[in-house]
């Protein structure tokens, strides 16, 4: 099975890695794909450039095996909807089962996504959740997709709901940029080496 992890990473951060880190794990994946988006739908365009934040995902992830960048959505440009991430992925890995991790916050706002039921038509969606952060009521849709055993994302290859409580860090990416605009520390939130990336090409110094 194979893990896919999208955001902006703007910057990478903790909240992130060690989610990846966690759902690898307790899934048994064969690895964990994270991948930039080029411009999200529902965001402004990233602070960050391309070749910014791509450089500090591999600063991030660097000698942790099992995590792989995957750069299609860049390479693809223009908006970055996962259905077409996700419909490229299945014709690349036909017989692997793919599962995409969402947050609560995202899963809240899925029927708002691109083509959203198609996404279940490519692989399974697995919500992580934490204490704190609620999930709306399911429609009749969402609830014929749920299940609670989780061997039955790896004895399909698509069309699974699964919610599954992790270790998430209330750590935010727009906040670690307002630190680095304020010059306060962020230190402890994020990769020491990523922390110096951003301070030797004075990234986020004005938001």
């Known amino acids: 099975m194979i893990g896919i992890f999208g955001g902006t990473f703007d910057p990478i951060h903790y909240g992130h890695l060690r989610s990846a880190l966690e759902v690898k794990h307790i899934f048994g994946l064969t690895e964990v794909r994270l ?5 999200p739908p529902h965001r402004d365009k990233p602070h960050g450039s391309v070749g910014n934040r791509l450089h500090m995902l591999r600063l991030a992830i660097e000698g942790q095996n099992g995590f792989k960048i995957d750069t299609r959505e860049i390479d693809r440009q223009g908006v970055s909807f996962m259905v077409d991430t996700l419909a490229s992925l299945r014709q690349e890995f036909p017989s692997q089962s793919l599962l995409l991790f969402i947050g609560g916050d995202a899963f809240n706002k899925l029927t708002t996504w691109h083509q959203w039921q198609r996404l279940f038509d490519l692989s399974h969606v697995v919500v992580m959740t ?9 429609d009749d849709y969402l609830v014929a997709k749920q299940v609670s055993d989780r061997q ?3 004895q ?3 069309g699974k709901l699964y919610f599954q409580p992790i270790t998430q860090l209330a750590i935010s ?3 670690i940029r307002t630190m680095f605009a304020e010059q306060f520390s962020p230190r402890f939130l994020l990769p020491d080496a ?5 301070r030797q090409h004075k990234l986020y110094e004005t938001l």
């Open 35 to 39: 991948i930039p988006s080029y411009q």
């Open 130 to 138: 934490r204490p704190g952060s609620p999930i709306g009521q399911l």
């Open 152 to 154: 039955e994302l790896s």
């Open 156 to 158: 399909n290859l698509v």
């Open 173 to 175: 990416a727009t906040a």
């Open 194 to 198: 990523v922390i110096a990336y951003i």
